[in-house]
């Protein structure tokens, strides 16, 4: 059997999404710049786009929606727009947490060198950070609260309404990178006092190479790519309409059957957490409830999670360690240690994102296979045998 569960790293497109872009290819190729008719029908299907887009954000208008690469150009011109909004007013400082995805955590680090001051949030043990941590931490100077909405590696939901709710009273703007959490979770970034938010097609059964960014109206957006007077100016480039097509023609379907998703997804969901919990020195990394229903992330004592996942795929098991964005590096998650995971115990963590393809079968065949590989593999490593022979304490 082959099981694919590495949802959180990439999506298969589904039928939808492929019908809708392939017009766009030979038929519906027109420029949407273009006065010509081609170009107009293009035009038709970009703004009908847009408010697909718009419809399930719950944005005021259809132009507040601007069309990007996907969620880290949107990440980098929600930042880079805010800091300059904060610089021309003299406001210096910026407010995200110690686990956001590295498109946030990178374009904060060029913003120090530009004179930014950023404050990272502590993560508490359960992955959840707090309104409360937010106000504490907001200052005269704050110019941004950068916070995601839903973890990409162990999945927690932060509580945005409640952190928009603090940004909004202290006239602080608020973003949320919320690349999982779209198509996944209900979002209205109105009633969630959400300023911008960033996300990307290919996570909700989209096509990769696009994705969108929310700013509400009268925010002044900084280009990251200049060039032509797309996007209202604010992203220069032709823009991809098959795949913006195929990106509205899948949020239209997975919005359309989020509550039947989620049902199926958290059943499954809680069949791997219940299991998987069973094999010896294994904790579950963020809140058992409180988190995507379509994510599973654990840290297994005694092992190297590189091998895991190598023997894992040998059985037709396709996983992750954590974020594929970082899946070629040797270093732990930064994601778990600042959960407060030992490096040791973040060295072997497992991350299982499903999506509403995944069958019970397929869950049933996890179980089986993964207590093997973690027995073989602890029974081959020297490390286990010193924890279970009491040269070394146990961690977990």
Same mark, same amino acid.
């Given at each position: 059997?082959?099981?694919?569960?590495?949802?959180?790293?990439? &999506?298969?497109?589904?039928?939808?999404?492929?019908?809708?872009?392939?017009?766009?290819?030979?038929?519906?190729?027109?420029?949407?710049?273009?006065?010509?008719?081609?170009?107009?029908?293009?035009?038709?299907?970009?703004?009908?786009?847009?408010?697909?887009?718009?419809?399930?954000?719950?944005?005021?208008?259809?132009?507040?929606?601007?069309?990007?690469?996907?969620?880290?150009?949107?990440?980098?011109?929600?930042?880079?727009?805010?800091?300059?909004?904060?610089?021309?007013?003299?406001?210096?400082?910026?407010?995200?947490?110690?686990?956001?995805?590295?498109?946030?955590?990178?374009?904060?680090?060029?913003?120090q060198k530009e004179g930014?001051?950023?404050?990272?949030?502590?993560?508490?043990?359960?992955?959840?950070?707090?309104?409360?941590q937010v106000k504490e931490?907001?200052?005269?100077?704050?110019?941004?609260? &950068?916070?995601?909405?839903?973890?990409?590696?162990?999945? &927690?939901?932060?509580?945005?309404?409640?952190?928009?709710?603090?940004?909004?009273?202290?006239?602080?703007?608020?973003?949320?990178?919320?690349?999982?959490?779209?198509?996944?979770?209900?979002?209205?970034?109105?009633?969630?006092?959400?300023?911008?938010?960033?996300?990307?097609?290919?996570?909700?059964?989209?096509?990769?190479?696009?994705?969108?960014?929310?700013?509400?109206?009268?925010?002044?957006?900084?280009?990251?790519?200049?060039?032509?007077?797309?996007?209202?100016?604010?992203?220069?480039?032709?823009?991809?309409?098959?795949?913006?097509?195929?990106?509205?023609?899948?949020?239209?379907?997975?919005?359309?059957?989020?509550?039947?998703?989620? #049902?199926?997804?958290?059943?499954?969901?809680?069949?791997?957490?219940?299991?998987?919990?069973?094999?010896?020195?294994?904790?579950?990394?963020?809140?058992?409830?409180?988190?995507?229903?379509?994510?599973?992330?654990?840290?297994?004592?005694?092992?190297?999670?590189?091998?895991?996942?190598?023997?894992?795929?040998?059985?037709?098991?396709? #996983?992750?360690?954590?974020?594929?964005?970082?899946?070629?590096?040797?270093?732990?998650s930064h994601v778990l240690?600042?959960?407060?995971?030992?490096?040791?115990?973040?060295?072997?963590?497992?991350?299982?994102?499903?999506?509403?393809?995944?069958?019970?079968?397929?869950?049933?065949?996890?179980?089986?296979?993964?207590?093997?590989?973690?027995?073989?593999?602890?029974?081959?490593?020297?490390?286990?045998?010193?924890?279970?022979?009491?040269?070394?304490?146990?961690?977990?």
């Amino acid at each position: 059997m082959n099981v694919y569960v590495d949802n959180a790293a990439t &999506t298969a497109v589904s039928k939808t999404a492929l019908d809708a872009m392939l017009p766009c290819f030979q038929e519906l190729y027109g420029n949407p710049s273009s006065l010509h008719t081609p170009g107009q029908l293009a035009a038709e299907k970009l703004a009908a786009a847009r408010e697909v887009f718009a419809k399930h954000l719950n944005a005021a208008q259809p132009r507040e929606i601007i069309f990007t690469s996907g969620g880290s150009e949107a990440d980098n011109q929600a930042l880079r727009s805010a800091a300059a909004i904060g610089k021309r007013q003299g406001k210096m400082h910026i407010i995200s947490t110690a686990f956001e995805h590295h498109a946030i955590l990178h374009t904060l680090q060029a913003l120090q060198k530009e004179g930014f001051e950023v404050t990272l949030l502590d993560i508490p043990a359960d992955g959840v950070v707090t309104a409360q941590q937010v106000k504490e931490a907001i200052r005269p100077d704050t110019c941004l609260v &950068t916070v995601m909405f839903a973890n990409n590696e162990i999945g &927690t939901v932060m509580p945005i309404a409640e952190i928009g709710k603090v940004c909004h009273e202290a006239g602080v703007l608020f973003h949320t990178d919320a690349v999982q959490a779209v198509g996944h979770l209900p979002i209205d970034v109105q009633a969630m006092h959400i300023d911008m938010l960033s996300c990307s097609a290919h996570k909700f059964h989209g096509p990769k190479g696009v994705g969108a960014l929310y700013v509400r109206r009268n925010i002044p957006l900084t280009n990251v790519i200049h060039g032509g007077a797309q996007e209202r100016g604010k992203r220069a480039g032709t823009e991809n309409i098959p795949g913006i097509c195929g990106a509205a023609a899948a949020l239209e379907e997975i919005c359309g059957k989020m509550e039947e998703n989620t #049902a199926k997804l958290t059943a499954m969901r809680d069949k791997l957490i219940e299991g998987i919990m069973q094999i010896p020195h294994t904790v579950l990394n963020g809140d058992a409830k409180r988190r995507l229903p379509n994510n599973v992330n654990v840290c297994f004592e005694g092992i190297e999670g590189e091998s895991m996942l190598l023997w894992l795929d040998a059985k037709g098991i396709a #996983a992750s360690s954590g974020s594929a964005c970082t899946s070629g590096s040797l270093d732990p998650s930064h994601v778990l240690l600042a959960l407060g995971r030992p490096h040791e115990i973040a060295h072997g963590s497992l991350r299982l994102s499903l999506s509403d393809y995944n069958t019970m079968e397929e869950m049933d065949y996890i179980l089986e296979t993964l207590p093997g590989v973690i027995q073989y593999l602890r029974d081959m490593s020297p490390v286990w045998d010193a924890l279970e022979s009491g040269k070394m304490p146990h961690i977990i």
